[in-house]
């Protein structure tokens, strides 16, 4: 870490327990390419421009860079969608994941969002579209070079959702995402190097879809189909990744069809799951399953959040952890005021003197600002084009504030296992009607059971618990349970922005910041 910097590098890594599943930042692409521009030289941020408390390096904003960052973090999440795919070209955006350090771990995210958004066209379930082929031989290419763990390039089932772009797509049924999904799989399986482990992703909207998807897609799992080249863990989507009745119930199946061995499948990954409650929920299940059948076996999940807020303005000010209650992040608007540019007060001293966060946490980003760091185009600034900008933030104001919000969100990620350890309890997490009963009580038990149908019949004995957890943007769990699109206020309080819709299956953070750049 630079010798001037100010502030204490603060070492997440460290901070994370082993037994604790684990949060991967779905990390923009926005987020890194002015950093991996700067790194290159190409001074993408003018000295001047650069907040004094950063001595003049925003490469400590990197949480990959375990000498330089202002907080380190070696984990992440990062999308073949958003990636430039050319592995040949030498591209200064993609230089944080490409060149980041050894012992960092990144997960590929394949890209199926993209297809359901009709930005990769083609025609999916022709295993003979030259569009198509072209692309998965992109995808496969990209994650065997980069990433460490990869997901097979599944159509979401969501994308039954978009009609209007079936025309980008050609996915009318869910036995099309199959079919396309299966013609993806069985490229991956027979033309991956091995450099990347390959996690086989589980879709459907209900559990009828999702337990014809599980036992059609199972094989290319299993060691007695490929001995050889068989996919090395399981990525849950649709309602398989937060409805809990079913999540614990497709676990049950994995142990028992021989599907979750050590060694063979050690990670499973929940997609777009920002819930509080959920991190430790994720933890118990862990924990259980390492206990009594794959003791390498972990949890991850991801979600892109303090992206996609801060591309809305809104930062991560505060997170509650009551007893029996629901626990929250809090986002709110923050400072954005031509006023301020040339405001020398600390950032978090000027937030709260002048009402703009009634409480506000501060990070390590945040305590090497000043107000004006934020808010650095004054009254006349004028723009690219010579015309006066509409706010006061520029590129860097949105980076800082991303940055800020990643770290909040993995310290309260941390705080939420910390907390659950000291015996909090989220109300969602326990149930005290007739007698107490806690989620990590019952999955402890579930389990401890060696014979599938009794762990089965256990989960379907407390249907009307699972039932009482709240599934963040997807609805709830439980064997009646379908999926809906809830608003961002489910996950987080938000002050004054109620309308602010999150759901990370259909909408894209980068996608917000490039029009922003723009």
């Not at 199926?112 to 003979?128: C, L, V």
């Not at 692309?135 to 097979?152: I, P, T």
């Not at 990620?413 to 149930?431: F, K, T």
Request: charged share 25%; hydrophobic share 35%.
């Amino acid at each position: 870490m630079n010798e001037k910097n100010m502030t204490e590098q603060v070492n997440l890594s460290a901070e994370h327990k082993d037994d604790w599943a684990l949060f991967l930042p779905a990390v923009s692409s926005f987020f890194i390419a002015g950093l991996g521009r700067q790194r290159k030289g190409m001074d993408y941020f003018p000295e001047e421009r650069i907040p004094a408390g950063l001595n003049g390096d925003v490469e400590c904003l990197n949480f990959l860079n375990s000498k330089q960052g202002l907080y380190n973090y070696k984990w992440g999440l990062y999308s073949a969608g958003h990636a430039d795919l050319d592995i040949t070209s030498d591209n200064p955006n993609e230089s944080i994941i490409r060149e980041r350090e050894e012992g960092t771990f990144m997960l590929g995210d394949s890209g199926g969002f993209q297809i359901m958004k009709g930005q990769w066209p083609a025609d999916w379930k022709d295993p003979n579209c030259p569009k198509a082929m072209k692309q998965r031989k992109k995808v496969l290419s990209w994650m065997d070079e980069y990433m460490d763990y990869g997901m097979c390039l599944d159509i979401p089932s969501m994308i039954l959702m978009k009609t209007d772009l079936v025309d980008k797509h050609g996915i009318t049924t869910i036995e099309e995402c199959k079919i396309a999904t299966h013609i993806n799989n069985d490229y991956f399986i027979h033309h991956r190097s091995g450099a990347c482990k390959f996690l086989n992703v589980l879709q459907g909207q209900t559990h009828k879809q999702s337990d014809e998807w599980y036992e059609e897609f199972k094989m290319y799992a299993d060691p007695a189909v490929y001995p050889d080249n068989h996919f090395n863990g399981w990525a849950f989507g649709g309602q398989n990744k937060i409805d809990i009745h079913l999540m614990l119930r497709r676990i049950v199946f994995l142990i028992h069809d021989g599907l979750l061995g050590e060694g063979k499948h050690d990670l499973l990954h929940c997609l777009g799951t920002s819930i509080l409650e959920y991190a430790v929920l994720f933890t118990d299940i862990q924990k259980a399953v390492r206990k009594y059948h794959n003791p390498n076996f972990m949890i991850t999940f991801d979600c892109a959040s303090p992206f996609f807020g801060a591309a809305k303005g809104l930062a991560y000010n505060n997170s509650t952890f009551e007893h029996n209650t629901k626990w929250t992040y809090s986002m709110e608007k923050t400072a954005e005021n031509k006023d301020y540019a040339d405001d020398s007060r600390p950032f978090i001293d000027a937030v709260l003197q002048d009402g703009i966060h009634e409480k506000f946490t501060d990070s390590p980003i945040t305590k090497a600002l000043v107000l004006k760091d934020l808010c650095y185009r004054g009254h006349g600034f004028l723009g690219q084009h010579g015309k006066e900008t509409k706010t006061s933030w520029d590129t860097l104001s949105y980076t800082l504030l991303q940055a800020h919000n990643v770290y909040q969100h993995m310290f309260s990620v941390q705080e939420a296992n910390r907390q659950y350890e000291a015996g909090v309890i989220p109300a969602m997490l326990m149930n005290e009607t007739f007698e107490r009963i806690t989620f990590s009580d019952l999955v402890d038990e579930i389990f401890s059971l060696q014979d599938k149908q009794k762990s089965l019949d256990l989960i379907d004995q407390h249907s009307k618990f699972w039932m009482q957890i709240k599934a963040g943007s997807s609805g709830y769990s439980g064997k009646r349970a379908v999926n809906a699109n809830t608003m961002f206020d489910e996950l987080f309080s938000v002050a004054e922005e109620p309308e602010v819709n999150t759901d990370e299956e259909l909408e894209d953070s980068d996608e917000l910041m490039q029009a922003i750049d723009e």
